[in-house]
Nanobody, 117 residues
Framework: QVQLVESGGGLVQPGGSLRLSCAASGIIFRVYAMGWYRQAPGKQRELVASITTSGSTNYADSVAGRFTISRDNAKNTVYLQMNSLKPEDTAVYYC???????????WGQGTQVTVSS
């Protein structure tokens, strides 16, 4: 059974930092491209950052320079380091695993990130 379990969300003040983790099980992690998405109330889910199987990364313009995605294939885990957080970063953050050149795609249950003073 495939599981993606996110952790690390919470309440943080503007300018603060959080690190999200997503631990995967039930998949051959190293062959999946991994991504972090977010969905704010009343808005569509959007891609925040992604990392390929070879470690190439991509970021939404709104987070570039503030967020860093990384993966540890030995631990079957993908991370999202979020710095200089802004109130507009408030959302539920979801982990995604995408098996390239296939329709196989998995989602985590999400973790809430709230940026507020």
């Amino acid at each position: 059974q495939v599981q993606l379990v996110e952790s690390g969300g919470g309440l943080v003040q503007p300018g603060g930092s959080l690190r999200l983790s997503c631990a995967a099980s039930g998949i051959i992690f190293r062959v999946y491209a991994m991504g972090w998405y977010r969905q704010a109330p009343g808005k569509q889910r959007e891609l925040v950052a992604s990392i390929t199987t070879s470690g190439s990364t991509n970021y939404a313009d709104s987070v570039a320079g503030r967020f860093t995605i990384s993966r540890d294939n030995a631990k079957n885990t993908v991370y999202l380091q979020m710095n200089s957080l802004k109130p507009e970063d408030t959302a539920v953050y979801y982990c995604n695993a995408d098996l390239v050149r296939s329709s196989v795609n998995h989602w985590g249950q999400g973790t809430q990130v709230t940026v507020s003073s």
